[in-house]
T-cell receptor, first 113, second 116 residues
Framework: GESVGLHLPTLSVQEGDNSIINCAYSNSASDYFIWYKQESGKGPQFIID?????DKRQGQRVTVLLNKTVKHLSLQIAATQPGDSAVYFC????????????FGQGTELSVKP | GAVVSQHPSRVICKSGTSVKIECRSL??????MFWYRQFPKQSLMLMAT?????????EQGVEKDKFLINHASLTLSTLTVTSAHPEDSSFYIC????????????FGEGSRLTVL
């Protein structure tokens, strides 16, 4: 469901380590998922997306995993860098609600040098 | 990539006044635009879906008379916060869809509204 009113969980990692950010979604009809990165005071930036007919997709230093059985999405960032510090949101496209894009709770990633 | 521009990026107004925020798709025609609001340390909450030439569709709990949305052209949507109050202070973000595939959804840089 929507995450309004909940405060962001945080994840702190050491520079060079891998980061895993998780997201749960609730709508079985969602067939398209996107991860966004948001830096302070800015709009969301597209990172990577995945369709429901896939369970894994890789980009540059990022991998998204999708488990439709338990409605779970994860974003893996390899060799995390200080520039990766930001808030990360997953978003789902709800086909049974006019295709609107609904954002998950978000996770604040902090990378320690 | 495609660019979506929001203006103003920051606005401060007095309680009771109205504020208009513009969202423009600079290099493509946006059939649909979305408006979100975001409170500090929280996620983006969808307020409404705006289709060119038709009335906006508001999410449950969002007052349509309070947040007026106009999508008069394929490159411009406006959000007017009427009779603003301090609780309307928030970060407002628009996004624009170039097609039916939401993958082609581009976000503006947001507009920070502070109501005194």
């Amino acid at each position: 469901g929507e995450s309004v009113g909940l405060h962001l969980p945080t994840l702190s990692v050491q520079e060079g380590d891998n980061s895993i950010i998780n997201c749960a979604y609730s709508n079985s009809a969602s067939d398209y998922f996107i991860w966004y990165k948001q830096e302070s005071g800015k709009g969301p930036q597209f990172i990577i997306d995945i369709r429901s007919n896939m369970d894994k997709r890789q980009g540059q230093r990022v991998t998204v995993l999708l488990n439709k059985t338990v409605k779970h999405l994860s974003l893996q960032i390899a060799a995390t860098q200080p520039g990766d510090s930001a808030v990360y949101f997953c978003a789902e496209k709800r086909n049974n609600q006019g295709g609107k894009l609904i954002f998950g709770q978000g996770t604040e990633l902090s990378v320690k040098p | 990539g495609a660019v979506v521009s929001q203006h103003p990026s920051r606005v401060i107004c007095k309680s009771g006044t109205s504020v208009k925020i513009e969202c423009r798709s600079l290099d493509f025609q946006a059939t649909t635009m979305f408006w979100y609001r975001q409170f500090p340390k929280q996620s983006l909450m969808l307020m409404a879906t705006s289709n060119e030439g038709s009335k906006a569709t508001y999410e449950q709990g969002v007052e349509k008379d309070k947040f007026l949305i106009n999508h008069a052209s394929l490159t411009l949507s406006t959000l007017t916060v009427t009779s603003a109050h301090p609780e309307d202070s928030s970060f407002y973000i628009c996004s624009a869809s170039r097609g039916h595939n939401t993958g082609e959804l581009f976000f503006g840089e947001g507009s920070r509204l502070t109501v005194l």
